[in-house]
């Protein structure tokens, strides 16, 4: 039976050895429980590095910590200390971590890191090819594995993987300063369906993909070596039940059954009635804004000296990442920065600041999410921010002001907070001001409509939205994959050509024979494709027909004397071996008055772009140009003149990078037409890439042979990925 396999950094348990003894307990944070629905006994398996390094096990345990994970359908990938410095602490956390949070200054580049990384991602792969089947469904999360998903579609392309990134993906000019750029990128195109918290990570990935590697969007796809790659946006949601029926039962509590916790919050609130908590719960990382939501509220404490007394800031934060330096640093900082604030401002009565520096249970951050009046979340960047929605999901009475900073995920689906900039203070202070002083009608009209969505879309929600989508993607491939030349159909079509006597094939050049070139004119003739085509040619039995839009004289000056045929300037041209060329039609060219001073303006304001006049038709090429712009004037010259032809007999091919106009009265197709009229071919091969090669594949009979290069839908019998593979296909036909 096939199997969903989730792979993570983490495997979702806490392993602790006593004695002679194993505990695995199973954690509870968000992944953890968003998984509950897909990580279900006997149809999934996690894995993921246990907590613990291979140091720390005694070699006569470590068959039992397998054990004790295998329990919970948990396998371990055995990580050494030097893995986790390097890996972990090393390349994840002081590289791509503080990079992907815009926080630049401190992303560190050592080659050990990346090598250990390299090695680790392989580590995990390894794991992965123990236990995966065909059929089975991957998982990969986060950060840690960027390359992981790429290690398993090499040696497993059949199997479907998704990824999700957990946090930013920052813009292409923060991007591009990672040494590493290109390999992590490829790393992700791995996998089929690519997850985000947000459409900027989403467009980022995007302009990254364009700009390093240079593949094509269509929407919100890439294809990829003849594969679709669908990257999309999935906000992750909260198991929305828990938080909310935990704060009922918590409130349902007697007095005395409540926890102490709660029994203190409770007993300063009746005993300072006009107190007001405000709270914020984070581990300690500077990507949260810690330091800054502590200035603003020392801010917020000059600015409204009528609140003395009355707002307590409650600061949670739970430990990180301690052996890196910079969060050792930052942990002074913030003792620092509290103790001035309490040594100022506090009271024989109030403290300002009541500052946890650990983790709480369960029920004690329900305590504090339901207790708090305000919940002032001021991250720098988040890629989320599951604390806001907690927080919200926590109020049962549905009072209570949630504060939120612009910089996380979850601002973009929490409108109905109070949206701030995490760094300008007087904002947080006026904010903290207008949440306390909010009337509780807005208050509950605002917490309401949040809970409603947070309810919908909820953890469980978000796996199984990722999954169908994933899903759909295979389809599509799987739909994709039933025209693919494979090695049994190269196989019938060359015994074809072996039993046939009176043959022709067309093949297109640009992007079927030769790769597209940044300047079309140093796109000429390889050895390897002069090699097979005079093979072909030599072959009596054989009409070689190069099809191209590409003017005569091109090809007069790269094929010279050779003997094959051409169809050139789409069809406008044609040239028999030894013969001279001749016009199909008497083409109209009066129009390029018109258009060219049109497509010069465009060559001008586009860096970058360039014209070229042929024949028959003028093309505005913008393969240099900056991807976004040039993409995007593309549109704009393609409306513009598509908003000219309609009085003349012209067409607009939009090809490679290239926008193309030119008469209509010739084409491919017309002149292949011409070709096959009335001629008794037994073997009729046609390959091409583009639309226009389409129009030639329409006019070929049933029984010709039709090869569309690339994964677009086709008229073409089989899609093959690229270039490479025409040529292999043609050596392989006659040899
Ligand atoms: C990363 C991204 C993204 C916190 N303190 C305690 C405790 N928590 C729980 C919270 C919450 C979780 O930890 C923290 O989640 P966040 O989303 O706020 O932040 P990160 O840990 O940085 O997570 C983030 C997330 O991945 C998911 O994609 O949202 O942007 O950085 O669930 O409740 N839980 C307990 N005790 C504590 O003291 N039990």
Known sequence: ??????????????????????????SVGGLATGMKSVHKSGESIWIGWSGLTEETIPTDMKTKVDEASAKEDCINVPLSEDDIEQYYYGFSNKTIWPLFHYFTEYAEYHNEYWEKYKEVNQKFADVVAKHIQPGDKVWVHDYQLLLLPKMIKDQFPDVAIGFFLHIPFPSFEVFRILPYRNELLEGV???????FHTYDYERHFFSSVRRLLGYELNFNEIIVNNRVIRADIFPMGIDYDKFYNASISQQ?????????????????QLVNREVKFILSIDRLDYTKGIQNRLHAFEHFLEKYPQYHGKATLIMLCVPSRENVDMYQRMKSEVDELVGRINGNYSTVNWTPVWYFYRSMPFENLIDLYSSSDVALLTPIRDGMNLVAKEYVASQIDSKGVLILSEMTGAAKEMSESIIINPNNMD????????ALSMPVEEQMQRIETMQNRLKRYNVEKWAADFFENLNEVQAIQQQNSAKKLTSKIVKKITDKYQNSKNRILFINYDGTLVAFKENPKKAGPTDEVIDILDKL????????VIVSGRDKSTFDKWFKDKNYYFIADYGASIKEPDKDWHVTEDVDTEWKKLMLPIMEFYEDR????????????????????????????ANELKDQLTSLIANHDLEIIEANKSIEIKSSTTSKGKAVHQMLLNKDFDFILGIGNDWTDEQMFREMPEDACTIKVGKTNTAANFNTGTFRNVLDFLNEMTK
């Open 1 to 26: 039976m096939s199997k969903t396999i989730i792979i993570s950094n983490r495997l979702p348990l806490q392993i602790s050895i006593e004695g002679k003894n194993i505990k695995a307990t199973p």
């Open 189 to 195: 195109l791995g996998a089929d369906l690519i997850g």
């Open 252 to 268: 349902r509590k007697s007095v005395t059954d409540r926890t102490q916790l709660q029994q203190e919050l409770d007993k300063h």
């Open 427 to 434: 904002e947080i202070a006026d904010s903290i001001h207008e």
């Open 537 to 544: 040619a030599s072959d009596t039995n054989n009409r070689i």
């Open 606 to 633: 586009t860096p970058g772009t360039f014209l070229e006049e042929k024949n028959y038709s003028l093309v505005w090429h913008y393969r240099k140009a900056d991807p976004e712009l040039g993409a995007g004037r």
